[in-house]
């Protein structure tokens, strides 16, 4: 029966889990556990033994980051365990490996990932990741090709859509606090005041700007092309210099592919312009801001040369079927094709990842890019930048037709 644990329960529970006591060696009494979780959602706990570490994850019944007036069903550990499974069969080395999961608990215990950081926190250290790129670029590609029509059939891929459908409670939560709440007067709302009282006024009046959060929306909400993570910020992804790992996809459903390129592009660019509010001498951060530009680019790049590859050489689905194809004229015109999509992709990535800029700085939920930056008038500026970059994106999304074209301008913007 559901529960919410704590140290000394957890402790009793782990302890009758024989390929955990395996995990951790050493006596149940004399493991340490702590609760280290600083998300908006979870508990998560750090059990360390004799031998190995694990780290434990249980769903809150409500948003932890609001309290219990916000009920949260706890079938999302369901939804998010599926989605381990998935990835783990895609992408096996960049997630971490489950070792339990108890659905009335709504717990998961994995594998414990040290030295790894919040991939967040190392950026606003200006650590650079040389690893990123092509790690998370063959994450998004795997993932994401995998589960769409291009990769299954029909029937196959209409059951997966159903297996994850009832994860909506968590769908509402994007759907209200990413296309809607930034864009209208919404009690939870909050940005840098009074620096940017006069923007987050002019956010809620710009019909342009609400009809193009508009079609996101509904993008969102009617494109099942593939399963996504859902929540693929820089804060769900772990990282040292040489392993990345995509962790808390407990936000995942059928959904436009856009959307997790779009939130690893929209995060990078946010990290890039809060870059300046963490620099201590003019141009110190120079080198990382470059190799921040340059992952921004190879992101893009190396997600579409990976997912072209995969369609040119394991398309398997009913979306476009080979016998439509045949020939030269066919294999010409197919491939025409196949340029086009991605230039639709693009276009949802580039409306995605402006979405997921506003929301941070208007809407509920911010990030540390920012907020980490002590001097308000300073942390306004940065994000003053970062609003005009993504209501730009927003608005004229077609007219970026290229990764470069993001970059230039957020390169221009750096020091509006
Ligand atoms: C109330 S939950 C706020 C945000 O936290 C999660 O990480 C998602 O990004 C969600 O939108
Ligand atoms: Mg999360």
């Known amino acids: 029966q559901y529960r919410i644990l704590r140290e000394a329960d957890l402790r009793d529970y782990l302890a009758g889990v024989p390929a955990i006591v395996t995990q951790l060696g050493g006596a149940p009494a004399d493991w340490s556990i702590s609760e280290v979780g600083d998300g908006n959602l979870n508990l998560v706990f750090i059990v360390k033994g004799g031998t190995g570490g694990i780290a434990v994850k249980q769903a809150l019944p409500y948003v932890r980051l609001v309290g219990e007036s916000w009920p949260l069903p706890l079938s999302r550990a369901h939804y ?25 608990l709504a717990l998961t215990a994995m594998e414990l990932l040290e030295p790894h950081i919040i991939m967040r926190k190392g950026l606003i250290e200006a ?10 670029s063959t994450f998004l590609a795997q993932t994401l090709f995998f589960s769409s029509d291009l990769a299954l059939s029909a029937a196959a891929k209409k ?49 342009d700007l609400h009809v193009a959060i508009s079609r996101l929306k509904l993008k969102f909400m ?8 859902g929540d693929l910020h820089t804060g769900s ?19 436009p592919m856009g959307f997790d ?4 592009i929209g995060n990078l660019l946010m990290a890039y312009l809060a870059s300046a509010g963490h620099e201590r001498t003019p141009g110190e951060r120079a080198p990382f ?6 992952t921004i680019e190879g992101v893009w790049t190396g997600f579409s040369q990976r997912f072209l590859a995969l369609w040119r050489s394991e398309a398997d689905g009913d979306g476009y079927p080979a016998s ?69 994106m927003m608005l004229e999304a077609g007219s970026y037709t290229t990764i470069g074209a993001v970059t230039y301008a957020a390169r221009e913007l750096r020091h509006w």
């Not at 294999?331 to 992709?345: G, K, N």
């Open 261 to 264: 390129i779009g939130a690893v």
């Open 324 to 392: 439509l194809f045949t020939g030269e004229a066919g294999a010409v015109r197919l491939e025409a094709e196949r340029q086009a999509y991605m230039a639709r992709l693009f276009r949802d990535t580039v409306g995605f990842a402006a979405a997921k800029t506003i929301r941070r700085i208007l809407g509920l939920a911010h990030n540390i890019d920012f907020e980490w930056i002590a001097d308000e008038k300073q942390r306004a500026i940065c994000e003053a930048r970062a609003l005009k970059l993504a209501r730009g």
């Open 289 to 294: 801001e470059a190799w921040l530009l340059e």
């Open 80 to 104: 998010e365990h599926m989605a381990l499974v998935h990835q783990a069969r895609l992408a096996s080395e960049l997630v971490p490996a489950v070792l339990h999961h108890d659905a009335e």
């Open 222 to 229: 009617a494109s099942p092309e593939a399963l996504l993570h």
């Open 159 to 207: 059951q997966g859509i159903a297996d994850f459908a009832g994860n909506h409670a968590l769908c509402k939560i994007t759907e209200d606090l990413i296309f809607t709440d930034p864009y209208r007067i919404a009690e939870q709302n909050r940005w840098t005041a009074p620096y940017l009282d006069a923007t987050a006024a002019a956010f809620r009046e710009d019909l």
């Open 127 to 136: 650590t650079r990741y040389p690893r990123f790129v092509d790690d998370i």
């Open 237 to 255: 992804i772990m990282v040292t210099e040489s392993e990345t790992k995509v962790i808390d996809p407990e936000f995942a459903f059928y959904g």
